[in-house]
């Protein structure tokens, strides 16, 4: 039976590389796309020209299907939008925060119309529904495990099963995935795909800094932190001097006060991180609990044929699986 990940996208493996500020630009994508995926750049908060560029960018560097995300929260989301019009974007992942729930259907209804695929960034079964009644045709489902922004506290084990039983369209996990054992698992909880970040930020074609991509492979199990939760702006990344400060601000202030000192703290510490290699004073290096594992640098290429080969090894003898 066909997947119908794979159908909607028209890709060869229904593996998505999910969208990274700072990470997933117009390289990373098109190698993904180009070696059966779906590469999705992470450029929703890019401004208008960049955003732009990086999409010419990926239609010279592969033929294939690829994507964007566009955040509606985003002030000038609506030049971002007659961006993709324009430039006739095959796939976009929305992106939201609950605030904003609202202004999901106009989007959505306008790239539809221009035949645009549209993926559903959610984080709850509240969020699939939405999602799905604004339109989307695939709900991507990042658990609380997750890398980057969390804006929900639920374990990824627990939340797909949830959420494939609350709605009507294929549902893609976007979390807690590093090897073919986590794509396995997914499709057993529901998934019919898998969208991984971290473990193609050691993607040879990914352009974080070295020591972004060092400090991950040196990590290890429980050596992720989520700072911002107490402001409603909760991210996961490893712990380091800046998570500290941050942390020890929210254990002192309140509210508005804490949100300041903490927004005071973190500006610009993802760049600091990815472009300039700050991993330990003022730079953030966002990675799901996954890290751990994540212990080698490989191309793009590579990473894809050891997560097919080893998915399709895992089938080869099911009879272990029974009982």
């Known amino acids: 039976m066909k997947n119908k990940v794979c159908e909607i996208l028209g890709i060869q493996y229904p593996i998505l590389q999910g969208p990274m500020a700072w990470a997933s630009d117009s390289k990373l994508a098109a190698a993904v796309s180009n070696a059966g995926g779906l590469g999705i750049m992470g450029i929703g908060f890019s401004p208008v020209e960049i955003f732009k560029a990086e999409i010419k960018k990926v239609k010279e560097l592969t033929d294939k299907p690829y994507g964007c995300n566009l955040i509606t929260a985003v002030p000038y989301a609506d030049e971002l939008l007659e961006v993709i019009l324009e430039e006739k974007v095959p796939v976009v992942e929305l992106e939201t925060m609950r605030e904003f729930y609202d202004t999901l259907p106009e989007y959505a209804d306008k790239l539809k119309k221009a035949g645009v695929i549209l993926i559903g960034k959610t984080a709850s079964v509240e969020d699939a529904v939405v999602f799905e009644k604004a339109g989307v045709d695939i709900i991507s489902v990042k658990g609380a495990d997750g890398g980057g922004h969390i804006y929900g506290f639920t374990g990824t084990f627990s939340l797909i099963p949830q959420v494939v039983d609350a709605v009507s369209i294929p549902v893609v996990n976007s979390s807690g995935v590093g090897d073919a054992r986590g794509i396995a698992a997914s499709f057993m909880l529901g998934a019919e795909g898998v969208e991984i970040g971290s473990r193609f930020l050691l993607a040879d074609e990914c352009n974080v800094h070295d020591n972004y991509k060092n400090a991950i492979l040196e990590s290890k199990e429980g050596d992720t932190v989520i700072t911002g939760a107490s402001v409603g702006d909760a991210v996961r990344e490893l712990a380091n001097n800046l998570t500290e400060k941050v942390l020890k601000v929210e254990k002192q202030y309140e509210g508005k006060e804490a949100a300041e000192k903490i927004q005071e703290l973190c500006s610009g510490c993802l760049r600091k991180a990815a472009v300039d290699g700050d991993i330990m004073e003022e730079g953030s ?27 399709q090894a895992i089938f080869t003898d099911l009879s272990k699986y029974n009982f």
Request: hydrophobic share 40%; charged share 20%; glycine share 8%.
């Open 285 to 311: 290096v966002v990675v799901g609990q996954i890290a751990g594992s994540l212990n080698k640098r490989e191309s793009v290429e590579t990473i894809m044929k050891e997560l097919v080969t080893q998915y």
